[in-house]
């Protein structure tokens, strides 16, 4: 019966704080933004703009930080002691200090080690980004490679190895891909913090989703009606990313339907192979 009473509260004041915030998005939508503003062919170009300029630095800033988070990860569980130190370090370094900071070592700091007028780069902003975003979220990939890594079981290694398979092979034909599919939704995750943190490039003037919103709201004096098109660009990311890891999980069914790993699994296990394989 307490239960019972707990929950109706508890659903109760969420029903409450969710129409409260509807009917403040609402009033705000009514009343706030000037919709003449927000489809104008200016504000609606520059948005797009900056877009189609974010969803560039996301992709390759992810593909470069998943490439780099595999090498991390791989020297984080290196039995060489100097190669593991290397790495700890590098992923306590990127993780421990400030993103914008890390830019701002990259966009400010990197062009001073050149002769005034020499450094080759003339436009160093969107360069300095990707490697910044690249650098700041290698570590945190790494981080989730090496969990991944750590959750295969250790009877996969060893089955691999008795059938004849040298270490680098078995780590890249049987324990990577498993632990690929444990660490997705972690690097998932990060991916979609990667979007976000695209909002600090407006920092090292790149001119970014926020970088728009700042002239715009500077300029009109309206920060709700531009601040529409930053929520729907945003949103538009993260959720094409979520619904890209969720149809990479879905598809990841290595452990089930895999002839290797079933193998693999019964010597692992100690039974026996063939029999594994019929079953």
Not at 28 to 51: H, W
Not at 242 to 253: A, C, H, M, T, Y
Request: some cysteine; proline content about 4%.
């Amino acid at each position: 019966m307490r239960d019972r009473l707990v929950r109706r509260v508890g659903e109760a004041a969420a029903a409450g704080f969710v129409l409260a915030i509807g009917g403040l998005l609402a009033w705000i939508l009514s009343t706030q933004v000037d919709y003449r503003l927000l489809f104008s062919p200016l504000i609606a170009g520059r948005f797009a703009e900056a877009f189609f300029l974010v969803i560039q630095i996301v992709v390759i800033s992810s593909l470069l930080s998943v490439s780099l988070g595999v090498l991390v990860g791989l020297g984080r569980i290196s039995t060489s002691s100097v190669t593991g130190r290397i790495a700890k370090g590098y992923v306590e370094f990127f993780r421990g200090t400030p993103l914008l900071f890390q830019l701002f070592v990259i966009y400010y700091g990197v062009p001073r080690l050149w002769a005034t007028g020499q450094f080759p780069i003339p436009e160093w902003a969107v360069p300095a980004a990707i490697i910044g975003l690249t650098l700041n979220h290698g570590a945190y990939v790494g981080e989730a490679i090496r969990g991944g890594i750590d959750a295969v079981p250790d009877g996969q290694m060893e089955a691999a190895r008795s059938l004849g398979m040298s270490r680098v092979m078995a780590l890249r034909e049987v324990v990577l891909p498993q632990a690929w599919r444990n660490a997705l939704a972690a690097i998932g995750n990060d991916q979609i913090i990667l979007v976000k943190d695209t909002s600090l490039l407006t920092l090292i003037a790149v001119p970014e989703i926020m970088s728009v919103f700042r002239n715009i709201n500077s300029n009109q004096l309206d920060p709700w009606t531009p601040l529409v098109w930053v929520c729907v660009l945003y949103l538009a990311i993260t959720m094409s990313i979520s619904q890209l890891v969720n149809g990479l999980e879905r598809r990841s069914d290595w452990g089930s339907d895999s002839r290797m790993f079933g193998r693999l699994s019964g010597l692992g296990s100690g039974g026996d192979v063939d029999g594994g394989e019929e079953a």
